[in-house]
């Protein structure tokens, strides 16, 4: 049944980027990533349109020339570029992504590091979140600065793998004050 699978899927997304957000110490948002997937909004769709390998959210914009959910999903939820979208601060600037408060790029990095692992299945290693950037960057509207952290971000999971990437993110990136424990 695709509603109990829509379930299980977003279940399973949700825990690993709450396991990925207690390594460096946002447990706030760990727990609250992605709560508005089980509004009837965007859940309803979800079930509609689930495919397993790719979001329902292209399916559904493909089917209605929009995507009613994603609107919705990427209105309420920070870590998404596409929330800071919006009229830059002088008069001659149109629409462009606003500086994202780094704590909800370091959730964008860890939310796109468990969609990869779920869409990769076993062929996932640490530079697969990488090559997944590199090929939809084009379409990006995201600020400069936010932009470069991210990019640090993947590519140093690609160079150095997870353990020093997190330690990097918890300690040097977020500063967060708990000693590093041994
Ligand atoms: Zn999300």
């Not at 689930?50 to 009613?68: I, L, T, V």
């Not at 601060?89 to 692992?117: H, L, N, Q």
């Not at 991210?150 to 150095?160: D, G, S, W």
Request: one cysteine or more.
């Amino acid at each position: 049944m695709k509603a109990w699978k829509h379930f299980c899927t977003i279940n399973h997304h949700k825990m690993l980027v709450m396991k990925g957000c207690f390594k460096v110490g946002l447990y706030r948002q760990g727990l609250l990533h992605d709560l508005s997937k089980y509004s009837p909004t965007e859940f309803l769709v979800g079930c509609k349109y689930f495919q397993g390998n790719m979001s329902p959210n292209n399916a559904e914009r493909e089917d209605k020339g929009y995507s009613a959910a994603w609107l919705h999903h990427k209105g309420r939820n920070k870590h998404h570029m596409e929330y800071w979208i919006d009229y830059g601060p002088d008069k001659c600037t149109g629409i462009t992504g606003m500086k994202m408060p780094t704590k909800y790029v370091v959730e964008m990095f860890i939310d796109r590091v468990a969609a990869s692992r779920n869409y990769q299945r076993e062929k996932y290693t640490d530079e697969s979140p990488l090559a997944y950037y590199e090929h939809g960057k084009q379409y990006h509207i995201i600020h400069e600065e936010s932009r470069e952290l991210l990019e640090c971000l993947l590519h140093m999971l690609a160079e150095c793998g997870e353990e020093e990437t997190y330690a990097y993110i918890r300690y040097e990136v977020l500063k967060n004050k708990r000693k590093k424990d041994k």
